[in-house]
């Protein structure tokens, strides 16, 4: 069953500008975590933020939550051709260790 | 660390057939999920084992399905008869606790024909 929706299911924009991507879930979660994935490549994990956080900071990555609206935000700032990847938010829900991930965001960026 | 290995990388097979995807989480990872991956129904986790125990396996789509860690270094998805259906791709994930952030193999891409 998915567990997070995010929007949009596509974006595409050109080097050096900002994306953002947005996900929103059902329950009550532990942490909730994005990932990136490469066309024919496994998931690769990006960051983690906890339930009692509001923002995260990773380089050039921006994520931020927001428990009482059920929803996370993924911001790639200054954005380069290499970050052209699908992009995916996953939850841990409070009651077990299982992570469901949603249907992902596919980002183009043209050099 | 050589990260999580699956085997094999593709699979064409016949319905019908018997097929056995294998997994080598990395080493000291104490929880291992299996997941497939469609275009029609994204990520779906099919099971996931806490030190080798299968704690959820209700995302295994039906009996056809099976999987197993006989030691920690070790798993196995099996499903017998294979359906055109299950084709997709298949990925194992280890992490070090249940979670904590996942680690991904390559895959396994299956044509059921």
């Known amino acids: 069953s998915q567990q997070g929706e995010e929007d949009p299911q596509a974006l595409s924009i050109q080097e050096g500008e900002n994306a953002t991507m947005n996900c929103s879930y059902k329950t009550s979660i532990n942490n909730l975590q994005w990932y990136r994935q490469n066309s024919g490549r496994g998931l690769v994990h990006l960051i983690l933020i906890r339930s009692n956080e509001r923002e995260k900071h990773s380089g050039r990555l921006r994520v931020t939550l927001d428990t009482s609206k059920k929803s996370s935000s993924l911001l790639i700032t200054a954005s380069r051709a290499a970050d052209t990847a699908s992009y995916f938010c996953?939850?841990?829900?409070?009651?077990?260790?299982?992570?469901?991930f949603g249907q992902g965001t596919e980002l183009s960026v043209k050099p | 660390d050589a990260g999580v290995i699956q085997s094999p990388r593709h699979e064409v097979t016949e319905m019908g057939q018997e097929v056995t995807l294998r997994c080598k989480p990395i080493s000291g990872h104490n929880s291992l999920f299996w997941y497939r991956q469609t275009m029609m129904r994204g990520l779906e986790l099919l099971i996931y084992?806490?030190?080798?125990?299968?704690?959820?396996d209700s995302g295994m789509p039906e009996d056809r399905f099976s999987a197993k860690m006989p030691n920690a270094s070790f798993s196995t998805l099996k499903i017998q008869p294979s359906e055109p259906r299950d084709s997709a791709v298949y990925f194992c994930?280890?992490?070090?606790?249940?979670?904590?952030?996942?680690?991904f193999g390559n895959g396994t891409r299956l044509t059921v024909t």
């Open positions: 996953a939850t841990v829900e409070n009651q077990g260790g299982k992570l469901i």
């Open positions: 084992f806490n030190n080798n125990v299968p704690i959820d």
């Open positions: 994930a280890s992490s070090p606790f249940s979670d904590s952030p996942l680690h």
